[in-house]
């Protein structure tokens, strides 16, 4: 990484942007109003929802829809559950502004793993099944040059049929290396942090508590549920790289209900879209240098 934290691409470029702040007195609003509305939050989605795009937790159908450049020649799989969902509004703009083709593949609940995860207490068979037609079609004619996912799973089942994070790390990674063989880099987002347990969410705090959201609706930071697997996996494979946005979704280890104006929250620990798209920027320049880095690998031949 380097001196703000951030991570390099293939080539070492680093992305030279300095980690951010908490809100201070006198910084301006992204909005004149809170936005969205916290009567609205929960409907504040991705767009790809509308687009039946989804695959719910019963289905074990693949679904796929395409968005960014149709004719790009860079090509970026996001795969996973509803927590590298939540990043589509801002990788579509990055996608349409740098000719990237944006692959999406999601399906509720279902985090992109060789591992058996559980649904209720029973194996996640609909997910399993999902998972494995996707790493064939990966692997096919569908192939990307980067894979970008995320999740709020963190534990798996073993073969002795136990719960363990070490099954459902070895599963993102043994996914990873057969990507990996075929040229397909991976970078994992960490999960959004959690609101707290037992306690009123955020978007009915910042309803109640109007004009002072930032002293009344704040919480410590936590790594998020699903990061820790993520990382873990990173750390298994020299083909795959961690972006830690954390630091942007909650600034200086403290989350809060609103941030410049921007509701942070929607659903339990999903954050709005309309506070990804504006945690664009700082999610591009993690990408941009890794899915470029890669292409330019590719071009020049000297992809694994």
């Not at 939540?86 to 000719?99: C, D, S």
């Not at 990804?276 to 292409?295: F, S």
Request: aromatic content about 8%.
């Amino acid at each position: 990484p380097d001196q703000s934290g951030a991570t390099t691409g293939p080539g070492g470029q680093p992305t030279g942007l300095p980690l951010p702040s908490a809100e201070q007195p006198g910084d301006p609003p992204f909005f004149d109003v809170l936005t969205p509305d916290p009567l609205q939050a929960t409907n504040d989605v991705p767009s790809f929802y509308d687009r039946d795009c989804d695959s719910s937790l019963e289905e074990a159908a693949l679904v796929m829809c395409e968005f960014g450049d149709l004719d790009g020649e860079l090509t970026v799989a996001v795969v996973g559950d509803s927590k590298i969902g939540q990043w589509m509004p801002a990788l579509e703009m990055i996608a349409e502004e740098r000719g990237w083709l944006v692959r999406l593949y999601t399906k509720s609940g279902c985090s992109f793993t060789a591992a058996m995860t559980e649904r209720d207490g029973a194996p996640y068979t609909e997910c399993h099944a999902w998972s494995e037609e996707l790493l064939e079609r990966l692997t096919g004619d569908e192939r990307p040059d980067v894979m970008v996912t995320s999740s709020i799973r963190a534990k798996a089942l073993d073969a002795s049929g136990d719960r363990s994070t070490e099954a459902l790390v070895e599963g993102y990674a043994d996914y990873w290396r057969t990507l990996a063989a075929e040229g397909t880099w991976v970078v994992a987002i960490s999960d959004t942090p959690q609101p707290p347990e037992n306690d009123v969410v955020p978007y009915e705090c910042a309803l109640e508590h109007a004009g002072k959201v930032a002293s009344s609706c704040s919480w410590p930071s936590d790594d998020g549920i699903g990061s820790a697997p993520l990382r873990a996996a990173v750390d298994r494979l020299d083909t795959a790289v961690y972006v830690d946005m954390n630091p942007w979704v909650c600034p200086e280890q403290t989350c809060v209900a609103a941030y410049r104006n921007v509701l942070t929250y929607r659903q339990g620990s999903h954050i709005t879209a309309t506070f990804v798209e504006v945690l664009t920027e700082p999610l591009a320049a993690y990408l941009v240098p890794v899915v470029e880095g890669v292409g330019e690998e590719a071009r020049s031949g000297t992809s694994s």
